[in-house]
């Protein structure tokens, strides 16, 4: 058992918890994820570590509430635990000096920008950050981002804060208009968000990194559920990812594979309601 | 003297195929103590015992069979002790008759069946298990040792209770939330009930056996720390990584390993979905692709899930199926098609993303390859389509490489697997020993379990003379 010892609300249906899971915490690396299961009954999924500390033995947990087991684990207080967490799973980011990097990350993708990020600064990088979202409350983690980019930039669709407009602007902005020069760039975020960052940075000429979600059971490479053609080839995001060269993803397939259990989805999650009641905590 | 029993063996009693076929419950009932004693008394009892050759841990088998005979359950439990761990397990899903029942004396004779020896194992094993006051006790003395076991299927369980017996501190690490292995996450409740994998890994908890699940060694420990904190290591790490043929359409949605399709339905009893969260995906038309019991395993489970028709298609015929032919009879019996040598050419997208059906196409058997088996070659021009919402193949794992990536001291074979001694399996590194699917590609629970044993012996050894050299 896994006891969460902190919990806060970081916007509509997105927490942060820190959990108590001390060999994980020991080994994490940043872009590493884990595999968790609420309870006897619940599924394994896989969630980004968005922070450990060695010394206390705890990992950072950031998710957003997007169906019943999400909902489940939003619904556990301090003082409860999570059954089983494995990790920490996946290939680490290559964390290198290279230069100037471009970090560029939405929705609860940031939480699996933010260690990288501040890897990438640990290891003597310049490093500018984009957040974007639908409107400013929505972008998590600004201020802890900022304290390890060199420059931070906000884009809302609604333009409540920085600069109106989506993430894919920023990046020409910087490169086209400040002729900023990136040595390499990432973009964590929402998959269809993910996919025209790697577009724009496409046009831009940029090499991109992304971490891909997709949908996973053991999350240990025995499955294959996770499975992603990238420059062609079947790789296990579960092992081989959870980052690849965001140019060479088949972001459709990617996509459509993300939507297989969309039926199964909606009956969990109008049992859940049925016997829990509408999640008000949301 | 005259022979006065059955040729056949004594039958045992099963699930009507008409109704299993729509639930996980066993299909095997097993015999009554009744039936057990009939079944017993076709055993020879003879001299030269060619069953106990038979058999990867060398149970003596007249001996039990000779206890049933009289009465003396207890007695058969203890002789099966001595030799294996896992007697519930071994008893449903060994291929007997490749093994014991296949050089037993009686099956010799013109038109006689062996001995059923398995199911005779069966008893025993869930007799015990049905007495309380049999628990086994914990080793009480000074502990001899401390070893580390990766993995907790049939190998690690094996070699962890011969340890925990000899006075050893075992320690198994799971990667996964349950033990058991492939006992828990690849065979079906319905050949092997979850419910006899926890009594004997409960068994083993009570030797004093320590399982912490959730520890993917290689990440969540290294083996590197292991070997600090160990005395010696084991490890059993299974053939966990599913192959896919690479045709086109592999990741279409619909499409699956069997290693997903079955942990999806076994570990995390997907055929309960709502109750349980993980969905199995209901589809109506299955196609499976392989020959083992995997496939056997994929195919009847995709029946029990609702399945109007399922097909397995395999690129050999009847004569080369791995299967063991009782899980091939009883797949049958359900209702499962079967196309004989056919091989999948292209998965076909309906359009929107998901499987429409399976291109494949006729094979015929050319010269003997690397296997000894004849080479199935394809029949130029004999493609046709069979539709399907759901593919599942089965045509193997392969070593997975998470662990032994982080591990690059251990020397492997040019398959990746695990290069060990066959007889003890110790590994290139000094105090590490391995076995099962990792060491020999996927194989069987009892080989899984034989080379457990053996490793016991050697482990024994190794820290025995460790300790006196200091």
Not at chain 1, 119 to 124: F, S, T
Not at chain 2, 380 to 396: L, M, Q, V
Request: aromatic residues 8%.
């Amino acid at each position: 058992m896994f006891k969460i010892v902190s919990k806060q609300k970081l916007a509509p249906k997105e927490f942060d918890f820190w959990v108590e899971a001390p060999r994980i915490a020991n080994h994490a690396k940043a872009g590493q994820f884990v595999v968790l299961r609420v309870n006897d009954n619940g599924e394994r999924i896989p969630l980004t570590i968005a922070d450990y500390n060695k010394e206390k033995g705890l990992i950072r947990l950031i998710f957003q509430v997007v169906g019943k087991t999400t909902a489940t684990l939003s619904g556990l207080n301090v003082g409860d635990a999570i059954q089983d967490i494995s990790g920490p799973l996946g290939t680490p980011s290559e964390v290198e000096k290279y230069g100037t990097v471009l970090m560029v990350g939405g929705g609860v993708g940031i939480a699996a920008l933010y260690p990288i990020i501040k890897a990438l600064k640990e290891a003597g990088n310049k490093v500018i950050t984009i957040l974007g979202g639908r409107t400013s409350s929505l972008v998590i983690m600004k201020e802890e981002c900022k304290e390890y980019s060199d420059e931070l930039i906000i884009t809302t669709d609604d333009g409540s804060e920085g600069m109106k407009g989506v993430v894919t602007q920023a990046m020409e902005m910087l490169v086209k208009q400040r002729g900023e020069k990136i040595d390499r760039c990432w973009c964590i975020g929402p998959s269809i968000m993910m996919k025209f960052g790697t577009k724009a940075a496409k046009e831009l000429g940029l090499p991109i990194w992304v971490s891909l979600n997709p949908l996973m059971v053991d999350g240990t490479g025995m499955c294959g559920c996770c499975r992603v053609t990238v420059d062609g080839k079947i790789f296990f995001a579960c092992v081989d990812g959870p980052e690849f060269d965001g140019h060479k993803v088949n972001w459709d397939e990617f996509m459509n594979r993300l939507r297989q259990y969309k039926d199964e989805e909606k009956i969990s999650m109008e049992k859940y309601e049925a016997e829990v009641g509408e999640p008000t905590w949301l | 003297m005259a022979v006065t029993f059955s040729k056949q063996k004594t039958p045992i009693k099963e699930q009507d195929p008409q109704v299993r076929r729509s639930n996980f419950g066993e299909v095997c009932l097993g015999y009554t103590l009744e039936e057990g004693k009939i079944e017993a008394g076709r055993c020879l009892q003879c001299k030269t015992k060619p069953c106990v050759n038979g058999c990867p841990v060398k149970i003596d088998i007249p001996a039990f069979i000779k206890c049933i005979r009289e009465d003396d359950m207890a007695g058969a439990a203890a002789i099966m002790d001595r030799y294996t761990n896992l007697p519930a397990v071994c008893g449903r899903v060994c291929p007997q008759e490749s093994q014991c029942e296949g050089l037993c004396t009686v099956g010799k004779m013109k038109d006689y069946e062996p001995v059923s020896i398995g199911k005779l194992e069966r008893l025993v094993a869930d007799w015990k298990y049905a007495q309380k006051d049999l628990a086994p006790k914990a080793y009480e003395g000074e502990k001899k040792g401390r070893v580390a076991v990766v993995g907790s299927g049939p190998s690690s369980l094996t070699v962890a209770g011969d340890l925990a017996k000899m006075g050893y501190e075992v320690k198994i690490f799971e990667a996964l939330h349950a033990a058991g292995g492939v006992l828990i996450y690849g065979i079906p409740e319905f050949r092997l009930p979850k419910k006899i994998v926890k009594m004997e890994i409960e068994s083993m908890q009570k030797l004093g056996v320590d399982i912490e699940t959730n520890v993917v060694v290689g990440k969540t420990i290294t083996m590197q720390e292991i070997m600090i904190e160990y005395d010696a290591c084991y490890i059993a790490v299974g053939a966990g990584a599913p192959h896919f043929q690479g045709v086109p359409g592999t990741t279409l949605n619909g499409v699956y390993s069997a290693s997903e399709y079955l942990t999806r339905i076994n570990l995390m009893h997907g055929y309960e979905f709502p109750k349980f969260d993980t969905p199995a995906k209901k589809a109506h038309k299955v196609v499976v692709i392989g020959g083992g019991n995997v496939a056997m395993d994929a195919a009847r489970s995709a029946k029990r899930l609702g399945a109007e028709e399922v097909t397995v298609v395999y690129r050999r015929s009847l004569k080369e199926l791995p299967a063991r032919i009782e899980e091939y009879h009883h797949a049958v019996e359900e209702g499962i098609i079967f196309n004989w040598l056919t091989n999948p050419t292209e998965y076909v997208d309906n359009g929107e993303g998901k499987l429409k059906g399976v291109k494949v196409i006729k094979m015929e058997l050319g010269e003997p390859d690397a296997s000894g088996r004849r080479r199935p070659v394809p029949i130029e021009g004999s493609e046709y389509f069979i539709e399907a919402d759901c593919a599942i193949e089965a045509i193997g794992q392969g070593a997975n490489r998470v662990l032994l990536s982080t591990f690059p001291e251990m020397k492997l074979n040019k398959k990746g697997y695990i290069e060990a001694d066959e007889k003890t399996g110790q590994t290139s590194v000094p105090g590490v020993f391995a076995g099962g699917d990792i060491v020999t590609g996927a194989a069987t629970v009892i080989l899984a379990m034989g080379a457990g044993k053996d490793a016991a012996v050697a482990i024994d050894k190794y820290i025995t003379e460790k300790k006196a050299a200091k």
